[in-house]
């Protein structure tokens, strides 16, 4: 009898031991599927002068998805708190309701309107991109800026979003085919490199560099949180 038996525990412990075990090289597939595409590089420079060029939030998601790496569609919310602060929040809608949740969240943009003529922005990012926090950077008038910044430096400005403006759903297969197009029109869009003009490199095992090689324009407006030594620069327009 326990000739017989010992054999039967042995090969049940072999198959449960097989179910799980992974044969991708280390990584569960189901546990890839659900993090597919959730660490895409994101450019903030971008962003923060998409949002300066911006004509209103439409515009604004138009040009966001396009600067995203990704395969998901970045949906928008547009929301003025008073009659000097905008928060501007960048999010994944997961469950299509057109709201925010804060698991959704890439990033948020803060306007707060200065003084007369003169506002400033703060961008800060969510979840993965956690480590991106601006200094809060300048802006006025005369400077080169869309309608959906300009406006509130006007004397008579008054709130357009007191009634939050959100990414409808069923806009985000328009977001997705505009994207597909854009980005077949500009092979050059895609960033293979997996790199961003912030200094922060992605999936490189040597870390990240700061300072290092060529920088492009806007390269000092993200800071590590962690970098706590090294002073993040205001921008003075």
Request: charged share 25%.
């Amino acid at each position: 009898m326990m000739k017989t038996t010992l054999p039967v525990v042995l090969l049940t412990a072999l198959a449960v031991a097989t179910v799980g075990c992974d044969t991708s090289g280390g990584r569960s597939k189901d546990r890839w599927a659900t993090t597919e595409n959730t660490n895409v590089e994101l450019d903030f420079d971008k962003v923060n002068e998409a949002y300066k060029a911006a004509e209103g939030p439409e515009d604004f998601e138009r040009r966001v998805n396009e600067i995203y790496q990704g395969s998901e569609v970045i949906s928008v919310a547009v929301q003025d708190l008073d009659t000097k602060t905008q928060v501007v929040t960048g999010f994944f809608d997961k469950n299509s309701d057109g709201s925010v949740q804060d698991p959704e969240k890439v990033f948020t943009i803060r306007r707060d309107v200065s003084g007369e003529g003169a506002a400033q922005i703060q961008t800060s990012g969510f979840g993965h991109y956690g480590y991106y926090h601006s200094p809060v950077m300048s802006l006025a008038s005369g400077m080169l800026l869309g309608a959906m910044v300009s406006s509130a430096l006007r004397p008579n400005y008054v709130p357009v979003y007191t009634q939050p403006y959100a990414t409808p759903p069923g806009r985000s297969l328009d977001l997705r085919s505009h994207r597909e197009a854009y980005r077949a029109s500009n092979p050059s869009s895609v960033d293979h490199s997996r790199s961003s003009q912030t200094g922060r490199r992605y999936n490189n095992a040597g870390g990240s560099r700061f300072g290092s090689g060529k920088s492009g324009a806007g390269s000092r407006f993200g800071v590590r949180r962690g970098e706590r030594g090294r002073r993040p620069e205001r921008l003075v327009a």
